[in-house]
């Protein structure tokens, strides 16, 4: 049995947006696996564990660069990796993306496919959706809670208005949210072990997919331009002898200054 | 004619107030607006549609408390028979995953969290915080066929609710097999505000030294009717549930004010928080970063001010 866990990178959430021409210009960013994938990551494998005698297996789109955190994926126990890399899908929907992904994962025939609840770049969190609906299979978002007995399922979300209980069958496709686990650190064993682990790159052509229609040139979204919000500046610090004179002072400020109670 | 198709939401039967924002938001995509309420008690939450203007309404009346699998295949052949532009829904769990899996069943283009829309020259033109808000992206559909959005909520005007059209509803209807559905609800506990809701918000951070630490806050928040809010640092920690964190992989807010007490103001905190009106840091280090963001700063122990600022808002906002 094989659990897909399909991971995308992201910068660096420390990282400093640059704009390069009005767009957003990665070339000197750190990049990182999205925080989110990696409880998706830490999901499949202990799933794995309960299940027994099960394959985790990582797929990301991504470039040759993308190799190093895919690397940090298998140290962290996924037994191997799939790299999708094609020049082509620079600049391509997320749409896009599931087709591709489409494409890697069907013929791996997992029992199940886990993502992150989005990438904390453009937070779409689509393409683990649409995988799901090109596949046929359902879906569960932003799940806290996962259990598998035999072909079925049932996973908790927090929803609008209070907790969800989802059940269904599988295949099926999950994103994971924060509260799912606690993604582990890959120890030194994990770590040397990784660089063996099989890490296959493919393109689009070894999919058997045409870059026209899955290419970034085909993508259904543009996007224009980017602005940095207006910049705040820096208030003022309330003065005062002691905690009371400073909350008072406040309070004073928040009615008559900024008029917000 | 530009038709614009709004999916409303729904507690029990009761439409949500956010339908005046899907309203105003439609109006600047198109002439035609009609609406579509799913799941129990859609047909009764789908005449108060009428106050809206809109006259017609598609109404799934189940027992299905959500299916996105089901829901998306009820919505999808109104869709194509309407010729449908535009599908406008909330950036809300059950907007954002209505909506992802009907773009991609219908294969077309989708623009989540949008906090503005406009039409320059002739091409709809949606803006979205990137980057958890560190930047701000204008983007355009070039794809052909319906276009799906999702609003972020409490950035459009809502529109007033004042008409009086009469309300024609058209039933829509569930496939026959679900691959995968709702079988239980449980209600949120009363009295608690979603900090993504709230005008107030009292957040502690690492600063509060312990779960007994947000004992003052909460206090504080319940006294003034804000939600709570905590940093990454004090979730991590276990002090406090997951569903309180605000930041780039928590909660992004936008209250009227915002009031940190013993956060320090990393980048990814800053960017769930930095569209706030009014920020209010309370740190006892004058160097701590928030106070670069701050609107007003009080540099003291957290412990001190916290019950003063309680005693102090209570009466404020009580006169
Ligand atoms: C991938 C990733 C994603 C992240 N996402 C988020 C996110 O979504 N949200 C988030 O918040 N963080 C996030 N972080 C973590 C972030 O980098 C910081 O570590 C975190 O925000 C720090 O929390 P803090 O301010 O509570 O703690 P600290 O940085 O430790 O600050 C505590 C502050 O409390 C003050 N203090 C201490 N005692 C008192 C007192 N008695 N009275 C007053 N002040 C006091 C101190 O002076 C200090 O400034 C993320 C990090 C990573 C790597
Ligand atoms: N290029 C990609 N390669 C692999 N997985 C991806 C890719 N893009 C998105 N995903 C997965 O889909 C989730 C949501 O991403 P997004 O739809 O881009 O917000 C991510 O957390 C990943 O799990």
């Given at each position: 049995?094989r659990?897909?866990?399909?991971?995308?990178?992201?910068?660096?959430?420390e990282?400093?947006?640059?704009?390069?021409?009005?767009?957003?210009?990665?070339?000197?960013?750190?990049?990182?696996?999205?925080?989110?994938?990696?409880?998706?990551?830490?999901?499949?494998?202990?799933?794995?564990?309960?299940?027994?005698?099960?394959?985790?297996?990582?797929?990301?789109v991504?470039?040759?660069?993308?190799?190093?955190?895919?690397?940090?994926?298998?140290?962290?126990?996924?037994?191997?990796?799939?790299?999708?890399?094609?020049?082509?899908?620079?600049?391509?929907?997320?749409?896009?993306?599931?087709?591709?992904?489409?494409?890697?994962?069907?013929?791996?025939e997992?029992?199940?496919?886990?993502?992150?609840?989005?990438?904390?770049?453009?937070?779409?969190?689509?393409?683990?959706?649409?995988?799901?609906?090109?596949?046929?299979?359902?879906?569960?978002?932003?799940?806290?809670?996962?259990?598998?007995?035999?072909?079925?399922?049932?996973?908790?979300?927090?929803?609008?208005?209070?907790?969800?209980?989802?059940?269904?069958?599988l295949?099926?496709?999950?994103?994971?949210?924060?509260?799912?686990?606690?993604?582990?650190?890959?120890?030194?064993?994990?770590?040397?072990q990784?660089?063996?682990?099989?890490?296959?790159?493919?393109?689009?052509?070894?999919?058997?997919?045409?870059?026209?229609?899955?290419?970034?040139?085909?993508?259904?979204?543009?996007?224009?331009?980017?602005?940095?919000p207006?910049?705040?500046?820096?208030?003022r610090?309330?003065?005062?002898?002691?905690?009371?004179?400073?909350?008072?002072?406040?309070?004073?400020?928040?009615r008559?200054?900024?008029?917000?109670? | 004619?530009?038709?614009?198709?709004?999916?409303?939401?729904?507690?029990?039967?009761?439409?949500?107030?956010?339908?005046?924002?899907?309203?105003?938001?439609?109006?600047?995509?198109?002439?035609?607006?009609?609406?579509?309420?799913?799941?129990?008690?859609a047909?009764?939450?789908?005449?108060?549609?009428?106050?809206?203007?809109?006259?017609?309404?598609?109404?799934?009346?189940?027992?299905?408390?959500?299916?996105?699998?089901?829901?998306?295949a009820?919505?999808?052949?109104?869709?194509?028979?309407?010729?449908?532009?535009?599908?406008?829904?909330?950036?809300?769990?059950?907007?954002?995953?209505?909506?992802?899996?009907?773009?991609?069943?219908?294969?077309?283009?989708?623009?989540?969290?949008?906090?503005?829309?406009a039409?320059?020259?002739?091409?709809v033109?949606?803006?979205?915080?990137?980057?958890?808000?560190?930047?701000?992206?204008?983007?355009?559909?070039?794809?052909?066929?319906?276009?799906v959005?999702?609003?972020?909520?409490?950035?459009?005007?809502?529109?007033?609710?004042?008409?009086?059209?009469?309300?024609?509803?058209?039933?829509?209807?569930?496939?026959?097999?679900?691959?995968?559905?709702?079988?239980h609800?449980?209600?949120?506990?009363?009295?608690?505000?979603?900090v993504?809701?709230?005008?107030?918000?009292?957040?502690?951070?690492?600063?509060?030294?312990?779960?007994?630490?947000?004992?003052?806050?909460?206090?504080?928040?319940?006294?003034?009717?804000?939600?709570?809010?905590?940093?990454?640092?004090?979730?991590?920690?276990?002090?406090?549930?997951?569903?309180?964190?605000?930041?780039?992989?928590g909660?992004?807010?936008?209250?009227q004010?915002?009031?940190?007490?013993?956060?320090?103001?990393?980048?990814?905190?800053?960017?769930?928080?930095?569209?706030?009106?009014?920020?209010?840091?309370?740190?006892?280090?004058?160097?701590?970063p928030?106070?670069?963001?701050?609107?007003?700063?009080?540099?003291?122990?957290?412990?001190?001010?916290?019950?003063?600022?309680?005693?102090?808002?209570?009466?404020?906002?009580?006169?």
């Amino acid at each position: 049995m094989r659990i897909v866990v399909i991971v995308k990178e992201v910068a660096d959430t420390e990282a400093v947006i640059s704009l390069k021409d009005g767009l957003p210009d990665l070339s000197a960013t750190a990049m990182v696996n999205n925080p989110y994938d990696e409880y998706a990551v830490e999901e499949a494998l202990q799933q794995a564990d309960k299940l027994g005698d099960c394959t985790v297996t990582a797929v990301m789109v991504g470039r040759e660069k993308s190799k190093e955190n895919l690397r940090k994926i298998l140290a962290m126990g996924v037994g191997e990796a799939v790299l999708i890399d094609d020049e082509a899908l620079a600049g391509a929907d997320p749409l896009q993306i599931a087709q591709v992904l489409k494409a890697a994962i069907e013929p791996l025939e997992p029992a199940f496919v886990l993502a992150g609840r989005q990438g904390v770049d453009y937070d779409w969190g689509l393409a683990p959706l649409a995988l799901a609906e090109l596949l046929g299979w359902g879906h569960v978002g932003l799940i806290a809670k996962l259990e598998i007995t035999g072909s079925a399922f049932k996973a908790e979300t927090e929803g609008d208005d209070g907790l969800l209980t989802f059940e269904g069958s599988l295949p099926a496709v999950f994103t994971a949210d924060k509260s799912l686990n606690e993604p582990r650190y890959p120890s030194l064993k994990g770590i040397m072990q990784a660089k063996k682990k099989p890490l296959e790159t493919k393109t689009l052509a070894d999919l058997g997919l045409d870059a026209a229609a899955v290419g970034g040139a085909a993508a259904g979204l543009k996007l224009i331009n980017c602005n940095y919000p207006p910049r705040k500046e820096a208030g003022r610090v309330i003065a005062g002898e002691t905690a009371a004179e400073k909350a008072a002072a406040l309070v004073k400020a928040l009615r008559e200054e900024a008029k917000v109670i | 004619m530009t038709k614009v198709l709004i999916i409303g939401e729904h507690r029990q039967g009761e439409l949500k107030a956010n339908a005046g924002e899907l309203v105003a938001a439609a109006r600047v995509l198109g002439d035609t607006i009609r609406a579509a309420v799913l799941g129990p008690g859609a047909s009764q939450a789908a005449a108060a549609f009428g106050a809206y203007g809109v006259d017609t309404v598609r109404v799934l009346d189940t027992d299905v408390a959500y299916s996105s699998d089901g829901f998306a295949a009820a919505l999808a052949p109104v869709i194509a028979e309407c010729e449908v532009n535009y599908i406008v829904l909330m950036q809300s769990f059950f907007g954002r995953d209505l909506g992802a899996r009907l773009a991609a069943r219908l294969g077309t283009p989708f623009i989540n969290d949008v906090t503005a829309l406009a039409v320059e020259d002739g091409q709809v033109v949606a803006t979205k915080p990137l980057y958890a808000g560190k930047v701000i992206g204008k983007l355009a559909f070039t794809g052909k066929g319906p276009k799906v959005i999702t609003l972020r909520p409490k950035n459009f005007t809502p529109a007033a609710a004042d008409q009086a059209a009469t309300v024609e509803t058209k039933p829509l209807e569930l496939p026959a097999e679900l691959k995968c559905q709702v079988t239980h609800v449980e209600p949120k506990a009363t009295g608690m505000i979603d900090v993504k809701e709230a005008d107030i918000i009292v957040s502690g951070g690492r600063g509060v030294g312990g779960p007994d630490g947000f004992e003052p806050l909460r206090d504080f928040a319940q006294a003034i009717g804000a939600a709570l809010g905590a940093s990454r640092a004090a979730v991590d920690a276990g002090w406090i549930a997951h569903s309180h964190q605000v930041g780039q992989t928590g909660k992004v807010v936008n209250p009227q004010l915002y009031i940190a007490c013993g956060i320090s103001g990393a980048i990814q905190h800053l960017a769930g928080m930095q569209t706030s009106k009014v920020i209010v840091a309370i740190n006892n280090n004058p160097d701590a970063p928030i106070f670069k963001l701050a609107d007003y700063g009080i540099v003291d122990d957290l412990f001190q001010v916290v019950p003063e600022l309680k005693k102090l808002m209570v009466e404020a906002l009580a006169g």
